[in-house]
T-cell receptor, first 114, second 109 residues
Framework: DTAVSQTPKYLVTQMGNDKSIKCEQN?????MYWYKQDSKKFLKIMFS???????INETVPNRFSPKSPDKAHLNLHINSLELGDSAVYFC?????????????FGQGTRLTVV | DAKTTQPTSMDCAEGRAANLPCNHS???????VYWYRQIHSQGPQYIIH???NNETNEMASLIITEDRKSSTLILPHATLRDTAVYYC??????????FGAGTTVTVRA
């Protein structure tokens, strides 16, 4: 079983559309994250939830909205997609939000906006 | 946030030890050093982390200098599958894992 799974793996969509990426972890972790990796390969944190509560909200457009229906899921909704949103989005989870806790990443969702 | 400095790239021979350096001269006393790697087209993979003491697990060893201003990740017997980008990260008090450019490690046969 995959520990952190994301769907879909690939997503091609037109500008202006609204899309969602789903993430599920079966590790029993309390904390989940969304990261974005752009064409320059830098990984930047976008959001983090701990026990369904938003704890990290980096400066991202408000077209991006995370939703955590329960501790095992953290979905990312993106409205009015733009060309610059094209990137690989990674979901991750960790047991808690402590400094002494490693994070496990999913395999990524490659989003292409055309 | 404490910054890290890593070489842009390095090569190593298959079967030999790979020593990856990282400088973090502004690290604070309660900040951990983490190492992750990203193999092409995959998600980042946790390798190891430590605070003050040297650490070892099934993947690697982490050597942290006594003043904590630098560390070295050691892959004891590099294989072709270890070719990846390796990230050294100092985890600050806000709990974020912030990735830099990392070191591109190429293991050659």
């Amino acid at each position: 079983d995959t520990a952190v799974s994301q769907t879909p793996k690939y997503l091609v969509t037109q500008m202006g559309n609204d899309k969602s990426i789903k993430c599920e972890q079966n590790l029993g972790h309390d904390t989940m994250y969304w990261y974005k990796q752009d064409s320059k390969k830098f990984l930047k944190i976008m959001f983090s939830y701990n026990n369904k509560e938003l704890i990290i909200n980096e400066t991202v457009p408000n077209r991006f909205s995370p939703k955590s229906p329960d501790k095992a899921h953290l979905n990312l909704h993106i409205n009015s997609l733009e060309l610059g949103d094209s990137a690989v989005y990674f979901c991750a989870s960790s047991q808690d939000r402590g400094r002494d806790t490693e994070a496990f990443f999913g395999q990524g969702t490659r989003l292409t906006v055309v | 946030d404490a910054k890290t400095t890593q070489p842009t790239s390095m090569d190593c021979a298959e079967g030999r030890a790979a020593n990856l350096p990282c400088n973090h001269s502004t690290i604070s006393g309660n900040e951990y050093v983490y190492w992750y790697r990203q193999i092409h087209s995959q998600g980042p993979q946790y390798i190891i982390h430590g605070l003050k003491n040297n650490e070892t697990n099934e993947m690697a060893s982490l050597i942290i200098t006594e003043d904590r201003k630098s560390s070295t990740l050691i892959l004891p017997h590099a294989t072709l599958r270890d070719t990846a980008v390796y990230y050294c990260i100092v985890r600050p008090n806000d709990y974020k894992l912030s990735f830099g450019a990392g070191t591109t490690v190429t293991v050659r046969a």
